[in-house]
């Protein structure tokens, strides 16, 4: 895997940065080519019209009665032209020289190429001619292009130092961007390789530059400052399932092993059998309240919410327990206020669950005669349901840990119960977006679950 | 009764047609979707068992499938998901039941008798009555050796769901989804106790108890004897 990051050309910065490179340069010397064939077009051009417009002036200087004139002329003009740049030649009608450089033969009339070996220009000096008529005689102007090549040859050459340095520029510049980037993907891959070795604290590195590379790394990191809460909580809950389930299926273990030797010596084991039952029950339910917390929080759910008032669910649930409560030496009291509708999005089966679930657990941890007040208020925005009590309450410091899974106050472990009583309040409550907040009520424990309000459905 | 059962696993399946059988009823036993869609639409039964999870065809499309056929014998589904959401998607594949694994048989038991002596016809009743217990549907009136008896209405409610299953065996677990709506466990004696406040109004000031306890499963009301 690190071959793989460190093997440059397999780097998506880099081979972005040399496709793009690539592609300038492509665009660079293609524009290039175009101008240099329209410059070199050019320059034929101008030295074409040069070379006609020497022609037409020497060729001005004929009359039909001095013919010495264009001899002069051509005469002059080679003179002028001592480096061989411009030569020119003047024949009679049999092919001999009157004057100038050299001796054209052979050239058609109008314009030609040839080269030339003439004493003081390099051998072979390539040369564009116009040949033409005067009188009874043949004259030809050639202008040298060297010129034209050498001008060429500049333009050519600047271009192809200008590709060097561009490519040069584009390949370092591209180069160093990308190996920018590749070190914060690296870095994003060595934080993603901890992670997956188990190191669930490894957070990649930000930048601050809020581009995005760190919008996406500072997605990740949330993404994995949740998930490690979550496994944190998964090995909490898994530990506490392992201790909580070995006490009652230790004890279930000794009832059945008391059976085998009652059963061995032919005596009766109902007794045995209720208990194991019992016991079992009660791992179940342990179990079946994990399962149902579990699917609560996975949020399947929400699809059935409907739009509900929870005055009734309130009363329902007041109206059951309240013979419970009496029945255990307790009183349960409700109050809703008659003919006000208090709306909320959501589960009515799941609500009841909460509410049955809250009051169990007043009546569960409270002595006789404490008296256990259940009640509905809204502010416009939140409909609060409240379940109050006078009993022992919860000590302050306990308050946020009495909803993780399977938590037990040290004065309550004696008591039955599985300790998912209030996580499963929790689940409900955090699936309907409720708050739920508990209060010191000196004495007694005051649970207010706040649930945002909805208006009414239309009927 | 005649039963179908569709269960894919030997234990548990083993488990439950002895107990069917040795309470007098008919079972048949497959262990395949497919084959309990075949059985189902070309015999009669009188309730339909099903496992949600079973080989072929998985219990949920199974019923719908039989249902589709039109065939409308009663049917319980069983789940060891223990899914929040399984009683609902059960009831909407045309389940009129679920029951989620581990159960006790009493309580399989309780609930086959319970849909499988369900009057065809829906015929609304106006009264029931059981011995000397009278009770007015309409009038929402009981009334015992021709006294009136006072009750709340979920006392009301708890009353008629055992008249109505006179002879059977109401299982806690019934009564709670029944009467009160609770589709979970509570942790307090709610049964129990309303249990106990209706027989003080129906069963105690007279010679005769009708409302009777089975042990570790639930109640029965009927005639002693």
């Known amino acids: 895997m690190s071959e793989t990051r460190s093997s440059l050309l397999r780097s998506t910065p880099f ?3 040399l496709t793009f490179a690539f592609l300038f340069l492509l665009a660079f010397i293609l524009s290039g080519a ?18 006609k417009e020497t022609y037409s002036l020497i060729a001005a200087t004929y009359s039909e009665t001095d013919k010495e004139d264009l001899t002069t002329a051509v005469k002059d003009h080679a003179q002028f032209s001592q ?17 100038g450089d050299f001796t054209a033969s052979g050239l058609p009339e109008g314009f030609s190429m040839f080269a030339a070996d003439l004493p003081g220009v390099p051998k072979g000096t390539e040369y564009r001619a116009y040949s033409g008529t005067v009188g009874n005689s043949n004259l030809t102007v050639a202008f040298s292009l060297s010129e034209t090549d050498d001008l060429e040859m500049i333009v050519l050459m600047s271009f192809g130092w200008g590709t060097l340095f561009i490519s040069g520029v584009a390949i370092a510049g591209g180069a160093v961007l990308a190996s920018r980037v590749q070190r914060r993907l690296d870095g994003i891959a060595s934080t993603m390789d901890d992670v997956s070795h188990g190191r669930l604290d490894a957070r990649i590195p930000l930048i601050g530059s809020g581009d995005d590379i760190d919008a996406v790394s500072a997605q990740v990191n949330a993404a994995l400052d949740r998930l490690s809460a979550l496994v944190d909580g998964m090995r909490e809950v898994s530990a506490n399932i392992a201790h909580d389930l070995k006490t009652p299926l230790n004890r279930l273990q000794m009832i059945l092993e008391s059976a085998a030797d009652k059963t061995a010596s032919g005596e009766d084991v109902s007794v045995e059998l209720t208990d194991a039952r019992a016991e079992s029950q009660q791992i179940n339910s342990t179990f079946d309240a994990l399962l149902r917390i579990a699917q609560i929080e996975a949020g399947a759910r929400k699809a059935r ?9 309130v009363e329902t649930i007041g109206e059951v327990y309240a013979d419970v409560a009496e029945d255990d030496g307790k009183s349960l009291s409700t109050s809703v206020v008659p003919d006000t509708k208090w709306y909320i999005h959501g589960d009515r089966d799941l609500l009841m669950q909460m509410l049955a679930n809250l009051v169990e657990n007043a009546l569960r941890h409270c002595p006789p005669g404490t008296a256990i007040g259940l009640s509905v208020t809204g502010d416009g925005s939140h409909v609060l349901i409240h379940v109050r009590d006078n009993g022992p309450g919860i000590p302050a410091g306990e308050r946020e840990k009495v909803f993780r899974r399977l938590y037990r106050l040290d004065t309550s472990r004696t008591t039955p119960g599985s300790g998912l009583g209030l996580s499963l309040v929790k689940a409900v409550a955090d699936l309907h977006g409720a708050a739920i907040t508990l209060e010191d009520r000196n004495p007694g424990l005051g649970v207010t679950v706040s649930f945002p309000a909805v208006r009414a459905p239309v009927a | 009764m005649r039963l179908l059962l569709v269960e894919d696993d030997p234990r548990t399946a083993d488990y439950i047609v002895r107990g069917l059988t040795e309470a007098g009823h008919v079972c048949d036993l497959l262990r395949d979707g497919h084959d309990g869609l075949f059985a189902a639409t070309r015999n009669a039964y009188d309730v339909i068992v099903a496992d949600r999870m079973v080989p072929g065809l998985d219990g949920l499309s199974m019923i719908k499938a039989v249902r589709a056929a039109g065939i409308h014998t009663p049917a319980i589904f069983l789940t060891s998901i223990g899914g929040v959401d399984d009683r609902v998607e059960g009831l909407e594949a045309g389940g009129d039941d679920y029951l989620v694994k581990p159960f006790a048989f009493s309580e399989l038991l309780a609930r086959i008798n319970a849909l499988g002596r369900r009057p065809a016809a829906q015929e609304q009743k106006t009264a029931l009555r059981v011995a000397d217990l009278e009770m007015d549907l309409i009038q929402r009136r009981v009334t015992r050796q021709g006294q009136l008896i006072d009750l709340q209405p979920r006392e009301f409610s708890l009353l008629e769901v055992l008249m109505r299953g006179e002879g059977r065996v109401i299982t806690r677990t019934m009564l709670l989804e029944r009467v009160w709506d609770f589709h979970f466990d509570p942790k307090t004696s709610v049964v129990e106790t309303h249990i106990s406040r209706l027989r003080a ?17 639930g109640y029965s009301l009927h005639v002693p004897g």
């Open chain 1, 15 to 17: 081979r972005l940065a």
């Open chain 1, 34 to 51: 175009v101008v240099y064939q329209l410059m070199s077009a050019s320059l034929a051009r101008q030295l074409d019209q040069s070379i």
């Open chain 1, 83 to 99: 480096d061989k740049d411009q030569i020119f030649s003047l024949t009679d009608s049999a092919g001999n020289r009157l004057a």
């Open chain 1, 305 to 313: 919410f409907v739009d509900l008032d929870v005055g009734p669910v």
């Open chain 2, 201 to 217: 109004k129906v069963d105690r000031p007279f010679d005769v108890p009708l409302i009777h306890t089975v042990r570790n499963t």
